[in-house]
């Protein structure tokens, strides 16, 4: 009998772990162990499968895995236009290349736009803040329209741009209900989520499949991945044999009686460490947390650096800084003049930086280590606020 319920018990665990492992998209039934696995190499928020038949499987999930803002995974098998085959239980059919999208955030246009494929986005949120003379353009003629924002989308201009697939950012404030409807397929871009920032420019991958761009976006990554980790590698190198000293940063400002903060979690935290620097939430576990004032000064008041990006009308100054919270003044970073700063209504930030970290890597080792560039050196985004 002792032995009978070992087995029995080896058995139970067995069966435990291969449900587990179907709920995560990992082990699903009908997917045998012939099928490719994509190789990626810092994206976790999806992975993909080819199947001996053709068949391209991709599961999504959060990276951070916050269960309690989205669903847990979403299940898509690719087929080719004109190609019928079977696919796994639980998976919804997509037939690619997709012609016609609609896209909910500027991080989902960005991959549109490295990938020159502003052909296929048939439908944008708005145009607030947005530099592309090309989307602008497309907009103006009509062959691209504005949904409205959250909460707030226009299903007839939805209906009418004809989509096959409608990317999103699932969260609580969402307010897909309405477009749900329409029963046009929503597709999930979680890049936003990812924890390191060559992880959020690996899902132009992502969207290439979709679109039938998969080789561009491999040259494409290759090339940001090569840049990133080398400027990488020669701050490591200068820390490890010229000079150990790190500053310290913080980031965010004061908004509607809260301060949100960049968790440690958040690929922005994982760049600073990158450049050189070290984040003052760093042992955070999340992606971002709400801070009241007093709380982040406690913290941050001795912090070297403090970046701050914002969409202000005008020039913003140490002066705009310390009219919006005049306790702003007392942060040591911003007697020194150690603001870093980024003006969303003066520069393309989130048309090119979420395909492009190593830019934005280049701009923040300028001001940590400026001895690591060209003595010329010209930032795209971020620079000391005078």
Same mark, same amino acid.
């Given at each position: $009998?002792?032995?009978?319920?070992?087995?029995?018990?080896?058995?139970?665990?067995?069966?435990?772990? @291969?449900?587990?492992?179907?709920?995560?998209?990992?082990?699903?039934?009908?997917?045998?162990?012939?099928?490719? &696995?994509?190789?990626?190499?810092?994206?976790?928020?999806?992975?993909?499968?080819?199947?001996?038949?053709? &068949?391209?499987?991709?599961?999504? %999930?959060?990276?951070?895995?916050?269960?309690?803002?989205?669903?847990?995974? !979403?299940?898509?098998?690719?087929?080719?236009?004109?190609?019928?085959?079977?696919?796994?239980?639980?998976?919804?059919?997509?037939?690619?290349?997709?012609?016609?999208?609609?896209? *909910?955030?500027?991080?989902?246009?960005?991959? #549109?736009?490295?990938?020159?494929?502003?052909? &296929?986005?048939?439908?944008?949120?708005? +145009?607030?803040?947005?530099?592309?003379?090309?989307?602008?353009?497309? &907009?103006?003629?009509?062959?691209?329209?504005?949904?409205? $924002?959250?909460?707030? #989308?226009? +299903?007839?201009?939805?209906? %009418?741009?004809?989509?096959?697939?409608?990317?999103?950012?699932?969260?609580?404030?969402?307010?897909?209900?309405?477009?749900?409807?329409?029963?046009? $397929?929503?597709?999930?871009?979680?890049?936003?989520?990812? +924890?390191?920032?060559?992880?959020?420019?690996?899902?132009?991958?992502?969207?290439? *499949?979709?679109?039938?761009?998969?080789?561009?976006?491999?040259?494409?990554?290759?090339?940001?991945?090569?840049? !990133?980790?080398?400027?990488?590698?020669?701050?490591?190198?200068?820390?490890?044999?010229?000079?150990?000293?790190?500053?310290?940063?913080?980031?965010?400002?004061?908004?509607?009686?809260?301060?949100?903060?960049?968790?440690?979690?958040?690929?922005?935290?994982? *760049?600073?460490?990158?450049?050189?620097?070290?984040?003052?939430?760093?042992?955070?576990?999340?992606?971002?947390?709400?801070?009241?004032?007093?709380?982040?000064?406690?913290?941050?008041?001795?912090?070297?650096?403090?970046?701050?990006?914002?969409? !202000?009308?005008?020039? #913003? @100054?140490?002066?705009?800084? =310390?009219?919006?919270?005049? =306790?702003?003044?007392?942060?040591?970073?911003?007697?020194?003049?150690?603001?870093?700063?980024?003006?969303?209504?003066? +520069?393309?930030?989130?048309?090119?930086?979420?395909?492009?970290?190593?830019?934005?890597?280049?701009?923040?080792?300028?001001?940590?280590?400026?001895?690591?560039?060209?003595?010329?050196?010209?930032?795209?985004?971020?620079?000391?606020?005078?």
């Amino acid at each position: $009998m002792k032995t009978i319920r070992i087995v029995l018990f080896f058995v139970v665990a067995l069966l435990w772990v @291969s449900c587990r492992q179907g709920t995560t998209g990992k082990n699903v039934a009908g997917v045998g162990d012939s099928a490719a &696995v994509m190789q990626l190499e810092y994206a976790k928020g999806f992975t993909v499968r080819t199947l001996e038949n053709g &068949v391209r499987l991709v599961d999504v %999930a959060d990276p951070q895995q916050d269960e309690d803002k989205m669903p847990v995974s !979403y299940h898509f098998a690719l087929l080719k236009k004109g190609v019928e085959a079977e696919v796994p239980e639980g998976y919804t059919k997509v037939k690619v290349p997709v012609e016609r999208t609609i896209v *909910m955030t500027m991080l989902q246009l960005s991959n #549109f736009t490295a990938l020159d494929a502003h052909d &296929v986005v048939k439908g944008i949120t708005g +145009t607030k803040n947005l530099y592309n003379k090309d989307i602008r353009k497309r &907009v103006e003629d009509g062959k691209m329209v504005k949904i409205g $924002m959250e909460g707030n #989308f226009d +299903t007839e201009l939805i209906l %009418a741009a004809h989509p096959e697939v409608i990317f999103i950012s699932p969260f609580k404030r969402g307010g897909y209900d309405a477009i749900k409807e329409t029963g046009i $397929m929503l597709v999930p871009h979680l890049g936003y989520k990812e +924890t390191h920032p060559l992880g959020q420019a690996e899902w132009v991958k992502y969207v290439a *499949m979709f679109i039938g761009k998969e080789a561009e976006a491999d040259t494409l990554f290759d090339g940001i991945k090569k840049r !990133y980790l080398a400027l990488t590698e020669k701050v490591n190198s200068h820390l490890s044999n010229v000079n150990p000293y790190r500053p310290t940063v913080f980031s965010g400002e004061m908004h509607g009686g809260n301060w949100f903060a960049v968790g440690g979690k958040n690929h922005l935290a994982q *760049m600073f460490r990158d450049a050189g620097a070290d984040y003052i939430l760093k042992d955070d576990n999340t992606g971002g947390v709400p801070i009241e004032y007093e709380q982040m000064y406690a913290t941050a008041a001795n912090a070297d650096y403090w970046r701050i990006l914002n969409s !202000y009308p005008g020039d #913003f @100054s140490y002066e705009a800084l =310390r009219s919006s919270e005049p =306790r702003n003044e007392l942060f040591k970073a911003f007697k020194e003049r150690h603001v870093i700063y980024c003006n969303m209504k003066q +520069t393309p930030y989130y048309e090119e930086t979420p395909v492009h970290p190593d830019w934005l890597l280049e701009d923040l080792v300028a001001i940590f280590h400026p001895d690591l560039v060209a003595a010329d050196y010209a930032p795209r985004y971020y620079k000391l606020l005078k």
